[in-house]
């Protein structure tokens, strides 16, 4: 059985790998599920939209890397919670972009797999005293 940490790495392997059908299967199929991304509108609330919204994820990128500058993962008893810092490089809906991704999540244990219960994203924003 895979610990937690292992599931968190798998689902960032299954986005670079385009695996929509994985990235589903590793959500938690319930009504208190969230994924808040870094769109304006990119929000699922509960279980149903999981599919269409993997699914439309991986139909829009290319090229896709991640490069770690961290990752966190903890794990108690039947919950466990993760924060990475990333650079993610990828052609979206056709255009190319990097940045640095940062997101954090909590899991659920679920009949000995960990399943994602919450992920929420956000792009880090350059600031001028970042250029100096």
């Known amino acids: 059985m895979p610990n937690a ?9 299954a986005l670079v ?3 929509a059908e994985t990235l589903i ?13 870094t769109d304006a509108g990119e929000v699922v609330q509960g ?6 919204y993997y699914r439309n994820h991986v139909a829009s990128t290319e090229d896709f890397s991640i ?3 961290n990752l966190d993962v903890q794990e108690r008893n039947d919950v466990a919670w ?11 809906q056709g255009t ?11 899991l659920e244990k679920i009949d000995d ?8 994203a956000s792009i880090g924003v350059s600031t001028t005293e970042d250029k100096l």
């Open 5 to 13: 940490h292992d599931t968190v790495t798998s689902y960032f392997d």
């Open 17 to 19: 790998a385009r695996d």
């Open 25 to 37: 299967e590793m959500m938690l199929p319930a009504t208190h599920y969230v994924k808040i991304g």
């Open 47 to 52: 279980s149903t939209e999981i599919a269409a």
């Open 67 to 69: 490069k770690f500058i």
């Open 82 to 92: 993760f924060y990475t810092q990333q650079i993610w490089k990828l052609k979206w």
């Open 96 to 106: 190319p972009e990097e940045f640095v991704m940062r997101m954090t999540g909590v």
């Open 113 to 120: 797999s960990w399943k994602f219960a919450q992920i929420h």
